[in-house]
């Protein structure tokens, strides 16, 4: 990308995000993120020449072996039966490069020595590893200025210009000295995705190296042997050089991880918001209680000197008295009804002699209420009419006589009545003196029972100093948890966001733009080289930007390539590495690295796919586009049809490889 180019990216995230170019600079600095992708460089990776030196223990052919390897252009065949070391090879040749093996091999315990000498990147460079037990002891990568140079060299010889590149003491430091040295000399960048939302994860040069080791045709990846984390996707874009594909990727892994951290910290403060608020809320009913508690306690005035038993039994006294009196009030208050009852009548009787003879008459006579015989009320009507007509009330007779001493009986009805007016008055002032004998009792009753209540208030002052002391420390607990304020914006986080998201947006798009030339020449080689490759039904195939790949056979619907046979889909993944290399070369982009290892193709194959077929096209591709490939296979004359002598290495039948 060249420097107005670069310019113009950071103006045109800077128009988007709506900052200045200064700040978006700023932001992809402070998270070690490229504003500048500059093509990459070669990344050609060619074999020369392998030494296995060892002591083979058993009995098939024991004893020391010290066997060297020699690798032409094109395509190379390992030949030899069944076990007898040709995957090794391809093991052996991954350890040295990748820097541990793909798979355990059981023949490690045999081996003291293992050189492999190749070209990184146009450099030339010598593998020496030293193994007891199964591990390295130790491990020097040499460089020279020609290949031909680091042959007979296993230590840095300063005056044939071979100098050491790293040394290593065991595996692990073998292992990590390696892929750092591998990711910078085919100028590689850790692949790096998002993880769970919260973090990352970082791939390095062993998940690149499984673009050149392919899988079996069973495995359903693509492109390398790691199917999560989009890891094809990443391969193939990176292998085609896609305009800012590692800076995009980086920039929305950063993008995402800072906004799931953004949305973890909004999360973690509403959760603690709410639970203040539930804290405060209880607090707060506890205190209105604890205060509602304490207006009780405070509410009685102070108590008498008097104890709490002589009160209770003053009261339990003065309750008795009060029913006492209450029992004599009401037998007054009988006493008096019947007085006035009788005060009554006599004043009836004294004005009825007075005003009728026959009511004299019968004065000193009963006064019958009901008949004797059937006790039937004597009605009013009997009254009048005895009064009225000199009629009996009881048997309505006529009354007869001689009113001879009229006044004698007027003043004896007045003497009656004098007397029971006397009786009367008597009467109310007895009712009058237990009422206001009821009336103090009941007073003093009251008295008692409120100074009983000062007395248990006095008793419940510990009670009334811990309620004091519950208000007291829950308006302090309320003090030391205010309301929380609500969570500040981070300005620097929130305008780093606004950038990460607009650079991401910018470069997808610039991404796609770039994406959508490259991926229809890739579609055209892959269904061209399957065709070529054996797969006479393959229509089309349409792949994108994940690694996906829809496979369009014989009239029928697109299939995805996890669903084709094992013998296509390593057809399919040899035409995928293949076509990468032409279309980078048409487009003058770096690809890659251009070296295929195959194990054992053949036993992918199933009867309508000629393996034949494959590899005949496979030497010609090889040949023609700077393609190294190394298979494996046990058939002898397969090997001798398809290539040259100088490209097949073979031990005789039964024997081994190495």
Known sequence: MAEDDDVLLESRIAAQAG????????????YGLPLVSPPARSRTLRLHRLRIAGVRAGTVHPGPFDTEMRFSEGLTGLVASNLRGKTSVLELVTWCLRGSPREPTGVRHWLRELDLDVVVAGKPMGFRLDLADEEISS????????????????????????????????????????QALMMDRLDLHPLVNSFQQTGTQTHGWPVYFGAV??????????????????????????????????????????????TAKRKARLAADKTARDQRTGERKKITDDLAKA??????????????????????????????????????????????????????????????????????????GLDPKACPRCDQPIAGDRRRQERDSHACAVCARPVHGDDDTPQEVLDEARQRLEESTADEKTAKKALE??????????????????QLRRAEFAVQVPARAKAQEDVLRLEGALSVFPELPPLPDDPIEAEALKVLKAGTKILEDDHQTAAESLFADINREIADLGRRFGIDSLESVKINRAAHLDVTKG????????????????????????????????????????????????????QDLDIRRLLCELSELAAHNHLQVLITTRDFDLAHDVLPKQNIIEAPEGKPLW
């Open 19 to 30: 900052v200045a170019v200064e700040n978006v600079r700023s932001v992809f600095a402070g």
């Open 139 to 178: 491990a020097v990568v040499l460089s020279g200025s020609a290949i031909t140079a680091l042959e007979s060299v296993r230590t840095p010889d300063r005056a044939r210009e071979i100098v050491p590149v790293l040394r290593a003491s065991g595996s692990d430091s073998y292992s990590e000295q390696v």
């Open 213 to 258: 080791y392919l899988p079996a045709g069973r495995d359903k990846a693509l492109l390398g042997d790691v199917v999560t984390g989009g890891l094809p996707g990443r391969l193939l874009q990176v292998f085609l050089d896609l305009p800012a594909a590692a800076a995009l990727t980086r920039v929305k892994t950063a993008s995402d991880v800072l």
């Open 291 to 364: 205060k509602e508690q304490l207006a009780l306690l405070t509410s009685a005035e102070p108590g008498e000197q008097e104890t709490l038993t002589e009160l209770a039994a003053r009261a339990v006294q003065l309750a008795r008295g009060i029913a006492d009196a209450q029992d004599s009030w009401e037998e007054l208050m009988q006493a008096h009804r019947r007085a006035r009852v009788q005060r009554q009548h006599d004043a009836k009787l004294a004005n009825d002699v007075t005003e009728s003879a026959t009511a004299r008459l019968l004065f000193h």
């Open 433 to 450: 003196a237990a009422e206001a004998r009821l009336a103090r009792l009941t007073a003093e009753l009251d008295l008692a029972q409120a």
């Open 555 to 606: 009239g029928d619907r697109p299939k995805p390539f996890g669903e084709q046979s094992p013998g296509e889909r390593l057809r399919l993944r040899i035409a995928v590495v293949i076509a990468l290399l032409r279309v980078g070369a048409a487009h003058n982009v770096s690809t890659h690295p251009g070296l295929l290892l195959i194990d054992s193709p053949k036993a992918e194959e199933v």
